[in-house]
């Protein structure tokens, strides 16, 4: 499977789960790689960068951290949209 296409499938899932449940990276790459039978490797690969390029963002709360899609305010707080 094709980064791009794998990683369409990461923020499919991620707006599938957004404000049910807070999603830890692990619990990301587990359910993905199950639903896609890629390796748990490829599916961080494509999950971290989402992250690098700000497709998702790790926010931190309670001591854990969780992985979540950003809001419109902090993408442009971070220069990413206009």
Sequence with gaps: METAELQDKIFA???K????????E????????EETSEAPDTV???LRGMIDV???????G???????IP??????EKGLIK
């Design 62 to 68: 309670g001591g854990a951290s969780s992985v979540e």
């Design 44 to 46: 961080k690969k494509a």
């Design 13 to 15: 899932y991620m707006e």
């Design 71 to 76: 809001s419109e305010e902090y993408l442009r």
């Design 26 to 33: 692990k619990d990301v790459i587990k359910a993905l790689a």
């Design 54 to 60: 700000g497709r998702l963002m790790y926010s931190y």
């Design 17 to 24: 789960m957004k404000g049910k449940k807070k999603l830890k």
